[in-house]
């Protein structure tokens, strides 16, 4: 497949987004760029939401994680999360939506603002900050080496020239509507991102000559693939792992303001529901697919003696740009790229959305909508500059390094909410912002002693141990509180 074909492919690609964006951005205003001014339809949301939610570290990196999970096989231990993430997904449903759209928000963090205090929605919405800057740029780091390594290497392209032309056509079609253009483009790249592992999974079985459920299994098992549930005291455990996957759930997408703004774009609370629970259907299927397409392709491999990379997730654009049929390469370079700017265009969206409702309190102040866009430049720019930042660190499984990080940004954020919800107790709202850092602060120290401690390498549950320390401690000060008010009335 000749570089000036992608090229080609590329540029029509994104004609389509653009001609989307200029569809969907005719008499737009900030409540288009916000939240769609509440018009999505459901099913809309539903299935596009599919590619913002899986992305291109998806895309990818689940697919090596078959054959490498923290340094070991991982057969399809993934699977596990998966369940965890269906009774995650009823929680959002059935609990964080009413609550959003009984408050009437347009950050979710709004409801830390009413629950506890001006600190809290600060606090709430760094932490979010901080953590989508450092996913989105992990998306776009990956399609970013994809391209420059298999593509603009014909040209001798250096790598910070393909990362600016990435997110420099992400900037182009999500600037002026925001939200309301992302429901439709989102919608047209879940298409192609799905399009192209099933017809992949196809390719394969057909050249394997695998005809049946059984005939899969029997290949699975001939390379050492056979097992999904792990009872051992590894990060593989079934509790540890199903636990994850719950709480990764909640706080990836429901205490997510990317994810959120999509949901509050419905028309009303009923169909935001609904979404939820399509979505969580929906998902549980498509991970499941990209765990057995992992699997076939190692299957491949081995049929081919095709040598493994030594980074997991180069397997698959290996095997596609390389080895496959050029329809198939031609599939892959579309998903790539679907699944990458599924999730990246509304994360950009979403901060910029929370940084001038959060931080700069457009809600009390009024709207500006020069500079919101001098703002969704500014964090373009942001994410240019952290990809560029992860060239020089990154050597291990994008995904989990991606669920790690999570773990400690996330984790105060659901300690946050999970006690909001619980209890009517109110801590100081000061001291939120400490709590959180230092919560922050012991995750990372379990993280990197916990083999040392615990004996084995804290994994996914690692956001569990995170959010626990924030509720205890919110708890413990709400108690100090109350006990230095009721001393103070004494006196």
Same mark, same amino acid.
């Given at each position: ?7 080609? +492919? ?12 200029? @569809? ?25 939401? !599919? ?8 895309? *990818?990196?689940?697919?090596?994680? /078959? ?24 929680? !959002? ?83 002026? =509507? ?19 592992? *099933? ?34 005291? =590894? ?19 429901? %205490? ?7 949901? +509050? ?18 998902? @549980?299927?498509?991970? /499941? +697919? ?15 003696? *095709? ?25 892959? *370079? ?7 700017? =599924? ?43 952290? !990809? ?15 669920? %790690? ?38 995750? %990372? ?7 040392? %401690? ?31 008010? /009721? ?5």
């Amino acid at each position: 497949m000749s570089p000036e074909l992608i090229i080609s +492919l590329i540029l029509a690609y994104f004609g389509v987004l653009i001609g989307i964006s200029w @569809f969907t951005s005719r008499n737009s205003d900030s409540q288009s760029f916000y939240l769609g001014n509440r018009q999505a339809p459901w099913w809309l949301v539903s299935f596009g939401m !599919i590619g913002a939610t899986l992305s291109g570290i998806t895309f *990818i990196s689940i697919p090596g994680t /078959i054959g490498n999970l923290d340094h070991i096989n991982g057969q399809f231990s993934y699977i596990q999360v998966i369940f965890g993430y269906v009774l995650g997904y009823a929680v !959002i449903a059935f609990v964080l939506i009413p609550l959003y759209y009984r408050l009437n928000l347009t950050s979710i963090y709004g409801y830390l603002e009413q629950r506890f205090g001006y600190y809290a929605r600060k606090t709430g919405a760094s932490f979010f900050l901080s953590s989508r800057i450092i996913g989105a740029s992990f998306r776009l780091y990956m399609v970013a080496i994809v391209m420059n390594e298999f593509i603009f290497s014909a040209w001798n392209i250096p790598f910070w020239v393909t990362v600016a032309i990435t997110i420099l056509f992400i900037w182009i079609y999500t600037f002026k =509507s925001g939200i309301k253009t992302i429901i439709y483009t989102d919608t047209f790249q879940t298409a192609f991102m799905l399009a192209s592992v *099933i017809l992949t999974v196809i390719y394969i079985l057909k050249t394997l000559d695998l005809h049946s459920v059984s005939d899969i299994k029997t290949a699975l098992n001939d390379i050492g693939i056979k097992q999904t549930f792990f009872w051992d005291n =590894s990060g593989r455990n079934f509790y540890k792992q199903f636990l994850s996957g719950f709480f990764l759930a909640i706080v990836m997408t429901g %205490l997510d303001q990317d994810m959120m703004q999509k949901n +509050l774009a419905c028309r009303n609370v009923r169909e935001a529901k609904i979404n939820i629970m399509s979505l969580s259907g929906a998902m @549980f299927f498509v991970n /499941i +697919l990209f765990v057995i397409f992992g699997g076939l392709l190692y299957v491949y491999a081995h049929s081919r003696q *095709i040598d493994i990379p030594a980074n997991r997730d180069l397997l698959f654009p290996t095997l596609a740009l390389k080895h496959f049929s050029l329809a198939i390469g031609i599939m892959f *370079i579309l998903g790539l790229i679907a699944a990458a700017y =599924s999730s990246a265009d509304s994360a950009l969206t979403a901060l910029t959305t929370s940084f001038v409702i959060d931080i700069l309190d457009f809600e009390k102040k009024g709207d500006n909508p020069r500079l919101r866009r001098w703002v969704h430049l500014g964090f373009s720019v942001v994410l240019f500059l952290v !990809i560029l930042f992860f060239r020089q660190i990154q050597n291990d499984s994008v995904i989990t390094q991606l669920f %790690l990080i999570s773990g400690l940004t996330y984790g105060p954020l659901l300690g946050l909410f999970l006690f909001g919800i619980i209890f009517k107790r109110t801590p100081a709202d000061i001291t939120i912002p400490v709590i959180c850092v230092f919560s922050a602060l012991v995750s %990372l120290f379990l993280m990197l002693a916990g083999e040392y %401690l615990f004996g084995n390498k804290i994994g996914f549950e690692l956001l569990i141990y995170n959010a626990m320390i924030t509720f205890a401690s919110l708890l413990l000060v709400s108690f100090m509180k109350d006990r230095s008010q /009721i001393q103070t009335t004494d006196n």
